[in-house]
C-alpha cells in the first residue's frame, strides 16, 4: 500500500480509519489493536478525533500512514516518506518505519532522493538511471565497490601551508583549522601516522564518503 492522500480534511482521522476497517473487513478486535498499536508508536493517540484541517504536516503524514497500515500490509510502499518534516519528526518517521518492519516481517520498499533515510532504514539498495538497473545489492557492498577510499578530516592546532599535506593525499577541503584529505583505504595508517608525525594536529577523523557523493560519481560515470 502506498502513501496517498485519503484523509477527510474536515473530519477527524478516525472516521478514516472507520471506513477502511469496513472495506478491508477488519474485525473489530484486531482493528481496536491494530490502530491502538500504530497511534501508539506514532504518538498521536490523542489525535484520533481531531479534524484533519487542524494537525501539523507532520500529524497528518503520520495519520496517512495509519490510514495505509489498518490492515497490516505485508508489503509497504514508501515515496518520499520524510519529506516536508522537520529533522526530528524525520527521525521519528524513521524509528516508526523501522519498528513496523521489525514487529510485521513486512517489505518496505521506498523510494527517496534522501540518501539519510536510505542510510538509516535500508540494507539492500537499487540505484536506477535511464531505466536500467546499474547497482542492486546491500548498502555496504555499494560503499566497498565504489568508494575505495576514505576521507581524513584534520583539526590543525596553528596554521601551515598546503604544500605540507600535498605528498600526504589529495586535498578537497583546505580552510583553517579544518584540512579534508583523500586516502587509500590500504595507506590510511600510514597517512594518519605521518599526519601526527609532521603537522601540530588537533584532532583526526576518518570516514566513509558521504553517500550522495557515492551516488553523484556512479550516476556521473554512466552518463
Known sequence: ???????????????????????????????NEVLSELSSLLKVDQLLKTPV???SLGERMKMELI??????????????????????M???LRDFIREYNKRYHATIILTSHYMRD???????????????????GLLSNLVKKHAPYKLIKVILQREVKKDNFQAL???????????????????????????????????????????????????????
Open 53 to 55: 484541517r487542524k494537525l
Open 169 to 223: 593525499g589529495k586535498v578537497i577541503k583546505f580552510q583553517y583549522p579544518e584540512i579534508v584529505l583523500v586516502s587509500s583505504k590500504e595507506k590510511i595508517s600510514e597517512t594518519t601516522s605521518k599526519l601526527f608525525e609532521q603537522l601540530p594536529i588537533e584532532d583526526v577523523t576518518i570516514q566513509d564518503p558521504a553517500i550522495e557523493d557515492i551516488i553523484r560519481e556512479i550516476f556521473s560515470s554512466n552518463e
Open 67 to 88: 490510514a495505509s497500515l489498518i490492515h497490516s500490509p505485508k508489503v509497504l510502499f514508501l515515496d518520499e516518506p520524510t519529506l516536508g518534516l522537520d529533522v526530528v
Open 118 to 136: 536510505v542510510e538509516s532504514l535500508c540494507k539492500r539498495i537499487i540505484i536506477i538511471s535511464k531505466g536500467v538497473i546499474i547497482f542492486d
Open 1 to 31: 500500500m502506498g502513501q496517498k492522500n485519503q484523509l477527510w480534511w474536515d473530519l477527524p482521522a478516525l472516521e478514516t480509519f472507520l471506513l477502511n476497517k469496513e472495506i478491508y473487513e477488519i474485525p473489530t478486535k484486531e482493528f
Open 90 to 92: 524525520q527521525q521519528n
